[in-house]
């Protein structure tokens, strides 16, 4: 591997953005803001009525960060499963890329900084939006940006190694259904993960989302109850994206030169 080689990946990227772009505006600002609007302004109107607060934030406070880390993971773990797809199977971008001095692991990096450079356009979009509505109310907000990325990461690395080796996209639909829809809904992004269940809380806990939203809340909050528990969401997001770059270094090497 080789960091030119990667950047190479990502220009190949980035040019082919620059010609669709407009295509994912609104899936990748728009949609998260009407999420934003219905209910951290709609719904959270009801909310502060009726219960003053949550975890002692207001609700639109409360629910900004956690959908700026979800909408991050969710269109992550999207980029992560048809467009690869595309690459080795549709397209065959990958197997072009491979035929030059571009090596498989040099494409997985690449794509996997793409989803990262991604996010940061959009989560930034989307914080500036959000603190202009009130929902950030700390400068420290900024924080959230990176704490996004590694949320996005934490999910696409291992998406991404997995699914070049499928034969079809037919299992990518279930993935995003069974999967990433349910760590949409009950990791903390829209009530705290306190109001699960007992015995449903240890599988929030197990979700790279749910430590991604942690880190957004504490940053757009400016407001860190533990920095043990701060340095516990980095390890653990570190930890499953070291796991799906050991695993996708694996699987493009078998699927694109073996």
Request: net charge neutral; proline share 5%; charged share 15%.
């Given at each position: 591997?080789?960091?030119?080689?990667?950047?190479?990946?990502?220009?190949?990227?980035?040019?082919?953005?620059?010609?669709?772009?407009?295509?994912?505006?609104?899936?990748?600002?728009?949609?998260?803001?009407?999420?934003?609007?219905?209910?951290?302004?709609?719904?959270?109107?009801?909310?502060?009525?009726?219960?003053?607060?949550?975890?002692?934030?207001?609700?639109?406070?409360?629910?900004?960060?956690?959908?700026?880390?979800?909408?991050a993971?969710?269109?992550?773990?999207?980029?992560?499963?048809?467009?690869v797809?595309?690459?080795?199977?549709?397209?065959?971008?990958?197997?072009?890329?491979?035929?030059?001095?571009?090596?498989?692991?040099?494409?997985?990096?690449g794509?996997l900084?793409?989803?990262?450079?991604?996010?940061?356009?959009?989560?930034?979009?989307?914080?500036a939006?959000?603190?202009?509505?009130?929902?950030?109310?700390?400068?420290?907000?900024?924080?959230?940006?990176?704490?996004?990325?590694?949320?996005?990461?934490?999910?696409?690395?291992?998406?991404?190694?997995?699914?070049?080796?499928?034969?079809?996209?037919?299992?990518?639909?279930?993935?995003?259904?069974?999967?990433?829809?349910?760590?949409?809904?009950?990791?903390?992004?829209?009530?705290?993960?306190?109001?699960?269940?007992?015995?449903?809380?240890?599988?929030?806990?197990?979700?790279?989302?749910?430590?991604?939203?942690?880190?957004?809340?504490?940053?757009?909050?400016?407001?860190?109850?533990?920095?043990?528990?701060?340095?516990?969401?980095?390890?653990?997001?570190?930890?499953?994206?070291?796991?799906?770059?050991?695993?996708?270094?694996?699987?493009?090497?078998?699927?694109?030169?073996?």
């Amino acid at each position: 591997m080789e960091t030119k080689r990667v950047v190479r990946v990502v220009e190949r990227e980035w040019v082919v953005w620059r010609r669709l772009w407009r295509g994912s505006v609104f899936s990748y600002v728009f949609a998260p803001l009407l999420f934003l609007g219905a209910m951290g302004i709609g719904l959270g109107d009801l909310v502060n009525k009726h219960h003053g607060s949550v975890d002692g934030l207001d609700y639109l406070e409360f629910i900004t960060p956690g959908l700026m880390a979800a909408s991050a993971v969710m269109q992550a773990a999207g980029e992560s499963l048809w467009p690869v797809m595309g690459g080795v199977k549709w397209m065959g971008t990958y197997h072009a890329a491979v035929s030059t001095p571009v090596e498989s692991g040099d494409v997985y990096l690449g794509q996997l900084s793409w989803t990262g450079v991604r996010t940061v356009m959009s989560a930034t979009v989307f914080l500036a939006i959000a603190a202009m509505l009130g929902g950030v109310p700390s400068f420290w907000g900024v924080f959230a940006i990176p704490a996004t990325v590694l949320g996005a990461l934490a999910v696409a690395g291992p998406l991404s190694a997995w699914a070049i080796e499928r034969e079809s996209d037919a299992a990518f639909a279930v993935v995003m259904r069974i999967v990433v829809f349910p760590l949409f809904l009950f990791s903390g992004t829209f009530f705290p993960i306190s109001r699960l269940p007992d015995w449903l809380e240890p599988f929030a806990l197990l979700s790279p989302l749910y430590h991604a939203v942690e880190l957004c809340r504490d940053a757009t909050t400016g407001t860190v109850d533990s920095w043990a528990a701060v340095l516990g969401h980095v390890v653990v997001l570190l930890l499953f994206i070291a796991w799906g770059v050991w695993r996708g270094q694996r699987t493009f090497k078998r699927t694109l030169t073996l």
